[in-house]
């Protein structure tokens, strides 16, 4: 069982910048793809960014060019560095690990982010 701790969150003004992390609680060579989610208020869960372990990193169309994900191999974490933020960017973010291409999937808690216009 993989744990993940989310934190970064909060509440900030349209233009500004968040950098949420995800700390899982190990490393495993099972471990296929690494991602951040997100669910607004009444809207389905959405991919917003994973990385594919030996396979191309995704965006959603709606972030991509202003989010960056990253990996921290040494500390076990997955970064999401928000910028431009805008009011529609607002939801609570998850990290999830997925492992043996998804067999397993692990989620953490999530964090609230929120922007205002």
């Known amino acids: 069982q993989v744990r993940l701790v989310e934190s970064g969150g909060g509440l900030v003004q349209a233009g500004d910048s968040l950098r949420l992390s995800c700390v899982y609680s190990e490393d495993s060579p099972c471990i296929s793809t690494l991602g951040w989610y997100r669910q607004a208020p009444g809207k389905e869960r959405e991919l917003v960014a994973a990385l594919r372990v030996a396979r191309s990193t995704l965006y959603a169309d709606s972030v991509r060019g202003r989010f960056t994900i990253s990996r921290d191999n040494v500390n076990n974490t997955l970064d999401l560095e928000m910028n431009k933020l805008k009011p529609e960017d607002t939801a609570v973010y998850y990290c999830?690990?997925?492992?043996?291409?998804?067999?397993?999937?692990?989620w953490g808690q999530g964090t609230q982010v929120t922007v205002s216009s």
């Open positions: 999830r690990v997925d492992l043996l291409n998804g067999f397993y999937k692990y």
